[in-house]
C-alpha cells in the first residue's frame, strides 16, 4: 500500500523543517528522517548564522566577504540573493521561536568569525543549532499538516524512468522507496513533490566532526535517479577536532586558537611559523593543510593543542563547554595540551538546484547542505551554510505548490519494492571492513592534501569496492548498515572523479602536481549521470 502525500521532505535539519514548515499551508506534508528527529548537523552547529543586522555592517561588505572566499567560483547572483535575505530569515527563524542571544542594549550579540569583515553573526551561546532545531521541531510538531516519522530511512528516489513508464516525458520523480528501521519493512511513498534536504557527507572521511546521520544519502539518491551534482571536490575541512576513539566529532572551536591556543607536534615543537606569518590564526584551510602535512611526513596520528599558558580562570570561564566535554574525555585544557586532528566539517558542493529550489530532475526539490547552489564556490565563508539552507528551503516553498497541479498520479501501480531471494544480511564484519577502507582511503588520498598519484589510487579501489558491495547488496536483507555503506561509495566516487577532473589548486581543493589556480579551471565541476 502506498503512502501519499503533497510534499515528502526527506530530513529534519533546519533546510527539511523549515521547507515543511512553508509549506504545510499548501498541503499536507510527510517529514521522513532516519533516525531521532533531533539528530541532524544542525544540531551541532556553534557558531550561528551569518546576516547583516547591524547599522555599522551592510549588504556589500557580507557579499564582498562571501565572493573572497569562494576564490573565483562563487555565482554572483546567488550570493547576493542570498545574503539579501538574511535580516528577512533571520526574523522568520525569531517568529518559529528562535532566541539569539543578545547584549545588555537588547541588541543582537554578534560573533566574529574567520573571512568576515565585521561582526555579523548570530548565534544562542555556543548552542545555536540545537536552539533552531528544537525551536523548528515544536512548531512542527504542533502543526496539522504536518507528519513526522522518525526511523524511516529513504532508499531510493522513485522516478518515472527506473519505473519503465511515462516513456515520452521528462524523467519524474514520484515519491521514494523508505525502511522503516523499527518494523524493518520497506514502504512506499508517493507525493506530489519531493524535496532531498539529508544534509552533508562528512562521514566519507576517517576524521570528520558531522554526526553518524552525515553518510551522504540525498546526494547518492539523486545521483542514481539521474539528476546532476556538482563541486564535491570541495570538501571544507575544520583543523581541530579532538583525537580521542570515544569523540567521534568533537569541535575545538577556532576561538581557542583565536585565544591564544598553540599547535604543537608530539614532541613539543612548534610548526606553524614554518607555513603563515600569522602563524595558528591562519585561514581555516592553511592551518588544516599545515597539520596534515606534519602529519603524514611523520606518520603520526595527531598534533597537540596547547592552552596551557592562558590562566585556567579565563579558560574556564571563557570555554565552560569545552572544558567540561573534555573533561569527560580525560583531559584538562588548563593543565595539558590536547590530542586534535583536522575533520572534514562541510560538502560545498551537491546536488545542482536552480534559483527555485528545483534539482535538474522534475518534481524533485534540494535545500540545505545536500545542494550546489553556487553560493560558496571553492571554499564555504563561516556561518553561511544555516543562511543558505533556509533561504533555498523558502525558495523551494514558494515553488513547489506550483508543481503538485502538474503532479498527477502515474497511470500505473507503483510496484512494492521487491526484497529479492535474500533472507540474510551479510555479515556485519563485510560492510565494516568496507566501510573502514572507504574512510581510510578517503582520509589519505582524497584529504586535505591531493595528489594525482593519490587520487588514481583511490579511484581504483573504489571501483573494485563498488562492484563487492553491488553484489552483495542485492543479495540481502536491507539495513540502514548497508544501506550507508552504499551511498558512501557513491559519493567517495563522484569526489573522487570530480578532484581528477580539477587539474588546479583552487580554495579547499589542493593537488600537489598542479599547486596553482588555472584560468581554464575557473568553472564548476558538473557531473551528470
Ligand atoms: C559541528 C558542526 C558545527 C557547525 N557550525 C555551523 C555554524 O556555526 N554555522 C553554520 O552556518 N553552519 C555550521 N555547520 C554546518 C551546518 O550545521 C549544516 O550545514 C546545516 O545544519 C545542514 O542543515 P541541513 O538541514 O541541510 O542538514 P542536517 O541538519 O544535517 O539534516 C539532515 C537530516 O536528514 C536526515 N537524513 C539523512 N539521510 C536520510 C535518509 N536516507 N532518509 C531519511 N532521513 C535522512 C538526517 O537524519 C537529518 O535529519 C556546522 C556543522 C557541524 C557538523
Redesign the pocket.
Known sequence: MNRHYDFIV?????????FALQAARHGSVAV????N??????????????SVVSPSDNLESHVKDTLETGAGLCHEDVVRRVVGEGPHVVQELIDFGVEFSRGESGDFDLGR?GGHSARR?L?AGDF??RVI?QALLASVKAHPNIQILEH????DLLTSRKLGIEENQPNRCLGAY?LDTVNRRVETFTSGVTVL????A?KVYLY????D???G??LA?AWRAGAKVANLEFVQF?PTCLYHPKAK?F?LSEALRGEGGILRLKSGETFMERYDPRKELAPRDIVARAIDYELKKRGEDYVLLDMTHIPPEYLRERFPNICAKLLEFGYDLCREPVPVVPAA??MCGGVVVNERAETSLKNLFA?????FTGLHGGNRL????????VVY?DMAAKHAPERLADAAAPSVDIPAWNPGDASDSDEAVVIKQNWDEIRHFMWNYVGIVRTNKRLLRAKKRIELLKEEIKEYYWNSVVTSDL?ELR?IACVAELIILSALWRKESRGLHYNLDFPSPAELYRRDTILEP
Open positions: 526527506l530530513g529534519s535539519g533546519i533546510a527539511g523543517l523549515s521522513l528522517t532516519k533516525k528527529s533531533a539528530e541532524s548537523n544542525t544540531n551541532y552547529a556553534q557558531g550561528g548564522i551569518a568569525e553573526v548565534h545555536t543549532g532545531e524511516h530511512f529513504a532508499v523508505v534536504a539529508t544534509g552533508g562528512g570528520t566532526s558531522n554526526p546521520i552525515a553518510t544519502d540525498g539518491m575544520h566529532s569541535l566539517h562541510y535545500c540545505g547542505e545536500v545542494t563561516a556561518s553561511n551554510s544555516l543562511l543558505e539552507a528551503a544501506l551511498n
